[in-house]
């Protein structure tokens, strides 16, 4: 079975949590984390995380620490999602790029801003569900 790893970073920006909203024609908006597949040329986790982050939203961002592993098996492979968590230390959306930005059928996905609250955070339509109790429970420890 064919083992995929994902690399996605809840990003702390000055008392706010960053996520990325995606949506579809006809669909309904989540959001979800800045992230993706970890590709053959990433050195390792942290280097898909960075070059994700500056792909989807144009984001550098600081040391990032692991808060979360979640496995799913999809058929004939496993997808293996780590969840870091990293200040954003800039964001300019001038600098997205990837084939995210080519592709009609990726649909939107920009970034939003949240008060770092469990109250912001419940409000949000946050998947995957086990993020989202994830965050509940710690994002309080992280704006301390």
């Not at 597949?37 to 986790?45: I, K, T, Y």
């Not at 004939?76 to 990293?86: G, N, P, R």
């Not at 970034?111 to 994830?134: F, K, M």
């Amino acid at each position: 079975m064919r083992v995929r790893h994902k690399a996605r970073v809840v990003l702390l920006d000055d008392g706010h949590l960053v996520f990325l909203k995606r949506g579809w024609p006809g669909g309904d908006p989540y959001c979800t984390t800045v992230g993706g597949s970890v590709e053959p040329e990433d050195a390792d986790l942290q280097a898909a995380l960075r070059r994700e982050a500056m792909e989807e939203i144009g984001a550098t961002i600081g040391q990032a620490t692991e808060f979360l592993t979640l496995t799913e098996p999809r058929g004939t492979s496993i997808v293996v999602q780590h969840y870091f968590l990293a200040d954003l230390l800039d964001m300019d959306l001038d600098r997205r790029h990837g084939p995210e930005l080519d592709d009609p059928d990726t649909g939107d996905f920009e970034p939003v801003r949240v008060a770092l609250s469990r109250q912001a955070v419940a409000a949000l339509n946050l998947q995957p569900a086990e993020l989202v109790d994830h965050v509940l429970a710690h994002v309080e420890a992280w704006g301390a």
